[in-house]
């Protein structure tokens, strides 16, 4: 019953998102708009489990985008309104892929131009997929490399980086490696605890200091 009440839900989300895209491109006049500025959809979930939070999910930063070369620009327009609205009481959660510099990405340029970096958690992907440069270097090796300070490409976060991979951890070689995502777990543990804690003693979240 519950998973049914999810589908329906999900597909109303959809059909909600085209119509309003629909609307966008009929105001428009022309070409065909992948993001809307101007509209938010909002959801509301009550459970005694769920925790008292606003989510807000962000349509991912476009670079390139072949149906609407205004999309990139609108994507970073509306991320970096809502981080001008709610960073000063907000946590923010920054993706990017383990085959990229992290100072690149223009996620990051967006949280260093609002300030936020101590407000930002950053979840690394397709671990699973890093390659070495050379018979040197192992895969492990490019993921210490990624997390290393002493990287000029590195950017610090207050709440740290944390790694995904799509594989199993015994698919993977490279002991450290797998070091890395123990100490990984650990500290993400220790994290959400801190995180409970501060919520029942603030009565909200708020960013490290």
């Known amino acids: 019953m519950v998973l049914l009440q999810l589908q329906l839900l999900m597909q109303e989300v959809q059909q909600r998102m085209c119509d309003i895209l629909d609307e966008t491109n009929a105001n428009r006049g022309s070409g065909n708009a992948g993001v809307s500025l101007d509209h938010e959809i909002v959801i509301r979930l009550q459970n005694p489990g769920y925790p008292e939070m606003d989510l807000v999910d962000l349509p991912g930063l476009v670079t390139v985008n072949s149906e ?15 981080m001008q609205q709610h960073g000063a009481h907000s946590m923010f959660l920054v993706v990017l892929d383990a085959n990229n510099p992290m100072n690149q990405a223009t996620a990051m340029q967006l949280i260093e ?26 895969d492990s090796d490019v993921i210490n490399t990624l997390l290393d300070p002493a ?10 980086w944390h790694l995904l991979s799509s594989r ?11 070091q890395v995502l ?26 490290p200091h």
């Open 182 to 207: 123990s100490d990984v777990e650990q500290q993400e543990t220790r994290l959400f605890q801190r995180l409970e804690e501060e919520q029942t003693a603030h009565g909200g979240l708020r960013a």
């Open 168 to 178: 199993g951890l015994k698919q993977k070689a490279g002991r450290r490696y797998l």
């Open 113 to 138: 131009q609002h300030q936020l970096k101590d407000a930002t958690m950053g979840i690394i992907t397709k671990c699973d997929l890093v390659r070495a440069a050379d018979d040197d270097e192992s």
């Open 68 to 82: 609407d070369p205004n999309m990139p620009e609108h994507t970073k327009q509306l991320t970096s309104k809502y």
């Open 151 to 160: 990287n000029p490409a590195f950017v610090g976060l207050g709440y740290g």
